[in-house]
């Protein structure tokens, strides 16, 4: 239920149980962390886009299935309810070195929003929704939630997300941050894959450090935080810097964007 294409250096990953609205099973995360561990193994992956299977993007977990998994654990010999429960939570949002952009393409609720907020950003089809229902089916979230989602949206909206259950429709969505862009449903995946390809032309070792500083540090507006990202760059540049690759990689972007321009 997890299917893959690979479009050059970038790898779309799909969530492909439509019949439930992609709603995840045990299996389904374990398939989706393979599915995102192989491509971030393989160096001719850029990139991800990861989306789901219309009508939704996802719709959750399969409480249903979560069930009979923690039952299945706590019966078997030596079980820990406590245990399996967090384990396959953790499993929605697994660390990864490749950028991966969520193409939100209809509602990402609950834990599909938690899979969405593990991205690094997201991309909406006009269609997409969001909502937290934690509350309202009497669960607390543990895929991130009430760390990433005030992140991007401050703590008010967070609040206001997931005390109320209401669902957010993507033009809101874009105004209060939790996503990028909005565009018609059928751009959705060209315009996924033309910023995953941007990300493709740059160099994988600078794309994954940007991305590890910015995991330390984005959180943090302290004094301390600017003196830290000068001395990661410091070091960054004392050991990689070459100055006349920098010259020519400069020149290129420059002369692209200005062609770009006109």
């Known amino acids: 239920m997890i299917a ?3 479009h050059g250096p970038v790898a779309l990953v799909v969530l492909d149980r439509p019949e439930a609205r992609n709603a995840l099973t045990a299996a389904m995360i374990g398939s989706l962390a393979t599915a995102l561990a192989d491509a971030d193994a393989d160096p001719d992956v850029a990139a991800v886009v990861l989306t789901g299977r219309d009508p939704a993007f996802c719709a959750g977990l399969d409480l249903k299935d979560l069930a009979r998994t923690y039952q299945d654990v706590a019966g078997s010999p030596g079980g820990d309810r406590g245990a399996e429960g967090p384990r396959i939570r ?3 949002t697994p660390d990864t070195t490749k950028p991966r952009i969520g193409a939100v393409n209809g509602p990402a609720v609950t834990g599909g929003l938690e899979l969405a907020l593990g991205c690094d950003f997201l991309i909406a089809s ?14 607390m979230p543990a895929g ?28 809101t969505a874009c105004a209060w941050g939790l996503v990028n862009e909005v565009v ?18 740059s160099d994988p070792a600078a794309v994954a450090e940007l991305r590890a500083m910015y995991e330390a540090l984005a959180h943090r507006g302290d004094e301390e935080s600017y003196r830290d990202e000068a001395r990661w760059s410091r070091r960054w540049m004392t050991e990689r810097f070459d100055a006349a690759a920098f010259e020519t990689r400069r020149d290129g972007i420059i002369e692209r964007g200005s062609t770009q321009q006109g």
């Open 126 to 139: 006009e269609r997409a929704t969001f909502a937290d229902t934690h509350a309202r089916v009497g669960v």
């Open 184 to 201: 018609p449903h059928g751009e959705l995946l060209p315009r996924s894959l033309e910023l995953a390809g941007a990300i493709a032309e």
């Open 4 to 6: 893959t294409e690979r």
């Open 90 to 92: 953790r499993g929605l």
């Open 144 to 171: 991130g939630m009430t760390i990433r989602l005030p992140q991007l949206i401050g703590v008010n909206r967070a609040r206001q997300m997931s005390l109320t259950g209401n669902f957010v429709d993507a033009a």
